[in-house]
């Protein structure tokens, strides 16, 4: 008898496998605009003491970390899943100010909300997001992305224009 696992992306091996994919093809997109980064990036980070800690990308600049999380097959939060977001926003807190951070999420749309998750995460856990954290929305489908970036009279993270050139601007490799 098969078991199924409720908490395995559907049609996917592993979801590790589902994150390396994701991640692979982020690289590979940023590497093809010019930004070049290595895997497993370790940068001391800490409140009192310092530890390693690997971000999923990086160089001596940015630091990026992948989530490749959708909705549950019910149109529900992945509440799990959402804490490790919650808990990226802190070891982002906790990286030193000299690095940009970028949170690449693989876009998931609920339709009966009308929103992706990212838009959800940023509604319900604003408060978690650091300002210096830039979030991108990435459309596997199409290499495409949307960015939110911290607005300071709002303070909350907001979607920027739709040009690419907000991404690149930020990461100052115009």
């Not at 929305?137 to 907001?158: G, L, S």
Request: one cysteine or more.
């Amino acid at each position: 008898m098969t078991e199924t696992n409720n908490f395995q992306r559907k049609g996917a091996i592993s979801n590790a496998q589902v994150g390396k994919k994701f991640e692979k093809i982020v690289f590979d997109f940023l590497k093809s605009n010019g930004i070049i980064l290595e895997n497993q990036k370790k940068v001391e980070i800490g409140i009192n003491a310092k530890k390693k800690h690997a971000f999923d990308l990086g160089n001596d600049r940015i630091l990026v970390e992948f989530k490749a999380q959708t909705w549950t097959e019910s149109n529900k939060t992945p509440s799990a899943k959402i804490k490790n977001w919650s808990d990226a926003m802190f070891s982002f807190y906790l990286a030193p100010k000299k690095y940009k951070k970028l949170f690449f999420v693989e876009r998931s749309f609920n339709q009966k909300i009308c929103k992706t998750l990212l838009e959800y995460f940023i509604e319900h856990y604003f408060y978690l997001i650091p300002s210096d954290v830039v979030l991108i929305d990435f459309y596997t489908e199409a290499n495409n992305f949307e960015v939110y970036a911290y607005e300071k009279m709002d303070k909350i993270h907001k979607r920027k224009e739709k040009e690419k050139k907000d991404l690149w601007k930020y990461l100052g490799s115009e």
